[in-house]
């Protein structure tokens, strides 16, 4: 039990959004090769944020980016965890997201670790600030069976390039 409970919150902690669901619904008119280009109206482009698991103390800071054409990358970085991928959508100033994360396993043909879900959801931008909340739901691997889930939310600001 104990050793779950230590892999729960590793895994809970690299699960993270960084905070963090397919096509721009208004939100950005940029071509996919083109951020937002300093427009903080927008969702599009990469936004550094602070997330905090609703079960955890630890406060992690991560790297969110959105690029047209509903493609979602999340990355914390302090404490390191894995990146996450995924799609999102959204129309004005809201947005949603879901993107997934995994382990691999400790040689060939080994299973990895847990598959990890984080749904984004009630996704806000306004004056150059980002927030939402998340769940994340961890799978094994094998079976599919759900093994745990968490909630968070997150709050951030723009990264200009």
Known sequence: M????????????????????AAVGGLGAASPAMANEGNTATVTGSWFITRQDTSDPTAVKAILSFAAGGVIIAHDINPAGPPLTGT?????????????????????????GPTIRVRIRNGKVKDGTISAT???????PTTGNQLDSATGSFTGTFLEA
């Open 2 to 21: 104990a050793e779950h409970m230590i892999g729960r919150r590793t895994v809970l902690r690299g699960a993270g959004v960084a905070a963090v669901g």
């Open 134 to 140: 998340y769940t994340v739901a961890i799978f094994d």
């Open 88 to 112: 999102w959508s959204g129309t004005g100033h809201s947005f949603r997201a879901t993107m997934w994360t995994g382990e691999a396993g400790q040689g060939p043909n080994a299973p990895g």
